[in-house]
């Protein structure tokens, strides 16, 4: 039996609100087959223009690469993502910190991005995205192994292209300690897929090429 929800008033904002909209969130990105169509039906009501909802609404103004990210801002990309991750979910050992760290995983994008000679750039956006993911849950949970779960998918979701490429910033032996390096690579296929036209096959091709990687990598 589903419980009956309480409606929310999106026009006003205060705590009861707040944790409505908190409580809302979680059951589309667990319950829908595309949760994109609830944020994007949501995302320009006042109540979301509220911290700390505001780093997922500063995400629509957030501009990548037109060469990695054809499908334009951060927030569209996002929207991608969790649409694939919703299908992807049921691989996951625990779907909530999956989905939860989907829908977060660039919100950092929004402090690192910078236009260096008509080259877009977000360096770093995994760290700093971990830690606006931990003050974005602590508002609304005190479940530290949840919060920790889903900040460090976010601070690791980048290995993938490190690894793969063999890049300087590969850090197999701290990652597979401080999480889940199957959880790393499905949200990384997540987060490869939820593009504009992506090479499906290449990108899975990348992530069993992660996974052999890891599991071949000794200290």
């Not at 957030?62 to 951060?74: A, D, I, K, L």
């Not at 760290?127 to 949840?146: H, P, S, V, W, Y």
Request: proline content about 4%; aromatic content about 10%; glycine content about 2%.
């Amino acid at each position: 039996m589903q419980l009956k929800q309480k409606k929310i008033n999106y026009n006003i904002y205060n705590e009861e609100i707040k944790e409505l909209m908190m409580f809302e969130i979680n059951n589309h990105l667990l319950l829908d087959s595309k949760p994109s169509e609830y944020f994007n039906s949501v995302f320009e009501v006042p109540a979301f223009e509220n911290y700390p909802f505001n780093m997922l609404c500063d995400l629509r103004a957030t501009e990548q690469s037109p060469v990695h990210h054809p499908e334009g801002n951060v927030w569209n990309h996002t929207m991608l993502v969790v649409d694939y991750a919703a299908k992807e979910k049921h691989r996951s050992s625990d779907s909530r910190v999956f989905m939860w760290a989907a829908l977060l995983h660039d919100i950092g994008k929004t402090p690192t991005t910078k236009n260096r000679k008509g080259k877009i750039t977000s360096y770093d956006h995994e760290k700093i995205g971990a830690a606006m993911a931990r003050e974005f849950l602590k508002e609304f949970t005190t479940d530290d192994k949840f919060i920790d779960k889903v900040c460090s998918l976010i601070r690791w979701h980048m290995q993938i292209l490190h690894v793969v490429k063999d890049m300087p910033f590969a850090d197999i032996e701290n990652m597979k300690k401080d999480t889940d390096v199957n959880e790393v690579a499905l949200l990384g296929l997540c987060d490869r897929i939820g593009r504009k036209k992506p090479d499906i096959e290449k990108e899975k091709q990348n992530i069993l090429l992660f996974l052999k990687k890891c599991k071949e990598y000794k200290s």
